[in-house]
């Protein structure tokens, strides 16, 4: 997975903000890792004055920060309970796709399709009609009659 430089300048700037505290718990190597990759001519546009919530940031960045947030600086009983929304929206996304994608529900909609269409009858009788490619002394017989009558 390829990280935006940009991103990485926009997560160094966040980190920046953060209290001592809280700058301290993150990894030293993960600082490392986002201050040598991130872009060095991008400048981010993050006011301190406005909530990060409602600012323009960059998908990679608010990806970033939230596993910053989760790994690093959640406590126990927060990481247990954003664990427990994780499993409540993973069962409620299985459900959608099992009802999407139920098996007799297709079915079901697939035999009224059909009973509401017109259902086109099958012809009795029907046999193969075999088909013989002419002899080729017969074509040339043909052909030369053809130039014969023009």
Not at 46 to 74: F, G, H, W
Not at 119 to 126: D, H, L, Q, S
Request: charged share 35%; aromatic share 6%; glycine share 2%.
């Amino acid at each position: 997975m390829s990280i935006d430089s940009e991103a990485l300048s926009e997560v160094d700037f966040i980190i920046g903000l953060m209290s001592k505290e809280d700058y301290s718990k993150i990894p030293v190597g993960l600082i490392g890792y986002i201050k040598e990759r991130k872009s060095k001519t991008y400048i981010p546009n993050i006011r301190e004055d406005v909530p990060l919530a409602q600012q323009k940031l960059k998908k990679d960045t608010k990806t970033l920060c939230s596993l910053i947030y989760r790994n690093c600086l959640c406590s126990t009983v927060e990481k247990q309970r954003l664990a427990e929304e994780d499993k409540e929206l993973l069962k409620q996304l299985e459900l959608e796709h099992s009802k999407s994608y139920n098996l007799e529900e297709v079915l079901r909609k697939k035999r009224n399709i059909q009973q509401n269409e017109e259902v086109v009858k099958p012809v009795e009788n029907v046999q193969m009609v075999s088909y013989e490619k002419p002899k080729w002394y017969k074509k040339l017989f043909e052909k030369i009659i053809h130039l014969i009558k023009k």
